[in-house]
């Protein structure tokens, strides 16, 4: 009785579609200028971070890129805890605030020849706002649509996360491929690269419009009790182990990501010796592909459960990432690098629409957003973002082209101990619509 009335009272979300688009929106933004920021490492690194070493230049800019990605885990805890206390719509407005100013400051910072020192420190400051919003981002985003799920569709809900993403990687290569065709080497190296940076911001106040119209979760206006930051906080650190698992289970879906599409590009460019319209349209075709493969491992997680898509995809990782790479180097063609690509692309895409669905069931539902969001952002700062830094001085340290393997098989291995320790007593539809407490 008291059930229905409570039901009652909250109001339903009025269209899931415009939900979804209003929430994924900000992922559009993140992603964009993630992408941009790997496509365009080398011209970057010449323009803010000189060195007579071009090596020790693209490291330096994986660098900064990485740390960035350190500080999701802050944003996580901080703004993880804000959302829960205050509500998914606010906290996401919140969010891409943070997100736009650092997407203005990279674009619009003069370069190292300009202003010297101060060039490297103002794109540094413009990725630590940007990875600190985008801890939470993920998490908010995934959270958001969980919550607005149809029973037994939490899974193809949840993808449609990383999804919205792919839109943002297909976009960001076509930019990128029309100004290769329209542009010299020399001209997009000057100010070229600036272009797509500069559309980024044109389109934040349409991306603002829709956040500021999206609707708070019936879920969360149920529910009878927000905690207090200090609740989140501690609930956080009690719940540390389950934080862990989820991280592990998260690395696959981060190092693959990072590999196919921020890396690609500077792979195919620098170490396969490929053109760039290659390397850009290897990528778009990607990002197709993980758009598609996002849902459809979603929906058979639904079916047949997290556990199996989880264990299959990262042991076929583990045990095709060095031949398919080891293949692709011994010879390299657009037509293997398209190849390989797209067997990750199977990979990445069917693992992680499973995993976001995973990963919100497995977090406590009073603190979701904020243990959700530091599992998430802990393996995409220890090892998604890492990726192309990892694989840059895999291949300069060891001289083998095909190296980079490695560190994917890493993300698989920790996949398949974390998704078996989750589930080592079996999984039913009924916990897999249950958040473990």
């Known amino acids: 009785m008291s059930q229905t009335s409570t039901t009652t009272q909250v109001p339903a979300i009025k269209s899931r579609l415009g939900a979804i688009m209003r929430a994924t929106s900000g992922n559009f933004l993140e992603q964009f200028d993630f992408f941009l920021f790997g496509f365009y490492a080398p011209v970057i690194a010449k323009a803010f971070f000189p060195s007579e070493n071009e090596t020790a230049a693209l490291l330096n800019t994986f660098g900064v ?60 400051i413009g990725r630590l706002l940007q990875g600190f919003s985008a ?47 329209s542009m ?5 190296a000057a100010w070229g690269w600036r272009i797509p940076f500069f559309i980024g911001c044109l389109i934040i106040p349409v991306i603002f419009f829709l956040r500021r119209t999206l609707e708070e979760t019936p879920e969360f206006l149920a529910m009878k009790k927000h905690p207090t930051a200090s609740e989140v906080f501690a609930s956080a650190i009690a719940n540390w182990r389950i934080v862990i698992l989820g991280m592990m289970i998260a690395v696959l879906t981060t190092t693959t990501f ?25 990528t778009l075709l990607v990002a197709v592909t993980n758009f598609i493969w996002n849902p459809v491992g979603g929906a058979v997680s639904d079916r047949i459960g997290r556990k199996p ?53 497995i977090v406590p539902k009073h603190v979701r957003t904020t243990c959700f969001s530091l599992a998430f952002a802990l393996a995409a700062a220890l090892f998604g973002t890492f990726t192309p830094f990892a694989a840059t001085w895999l291949i300069e340290t060891t001289g083998d082209k095909a190296s980079p393997c490695y560190w994917l098989m890493f993300g698989a291995v920790l996949g398949i101990i974390a998704a078996l320790t989750v589930y080592r007593g079996g999984e039913t539809v009924e916990n897999r619509e249950a958040v473990t407490a």
């Not at 995934?142 to 919550?147: I, N, Q, R």
């Not at 939490?154 to 976009?171: H, L, P």
């Not at 990072?258 to 349209?281: E, H, M, Q």
């Open 258 to 282: 990072y590999f196919i599409t921020v890396y690609t590009p500077t792979f195919g460019k620098t170490v396969l010796k490929l053109s760039t319209a290659d390397a850009l349209l290897v």
């Open 65 to 124: 890129f990485w740390l960035g990605a350190l500080m999701r885990p802050v944003g996580a805890v901080v703004l993880g805890a804000y959302i829960d206390r205050i509500g998914r719509r606010q906290g996401l407005i919140t969010t891409l605030s943070i997100m736009a100013v650092g997407t203005v400051v990279i674009a619009f910072c003069p370069s190292y020849a300009t202003i010297g020192v101060a060039a490297p420190v103002i794109v540094l």
């Open 184 to 188: 010299s080497s020399a001209t997009i």
């Open 309 to 361: 898509v989880l264990i299959g995809i990262a042991t076929l990782s583990l045990l095709t990432a060095y031949p398919a790479l080891h293949w692709l180097v011994s010879a390299p063609s657009f037509g293997k690098l398209l190849a390989v690509q797209m067997m990750f692309s199977f990979y990445f895409g069917t693992y992680s629409g499973t995993m976001l669905g995973a990963l919100v069931e």
């Open 135 to 181: 801890g939470v981002e993920l998490g908010g985003v995934s959270v958001y649509l969980a919550e607005i799920s149809t029973p037994g569709n939490r899974g193809f809900y949840t993808s449609f996360q990383s999804s919205s993403q792919q839109v943002a990687i297909f976009v960001a290569a076509i930019l990128g491929y029309v100004l290769n065709e």
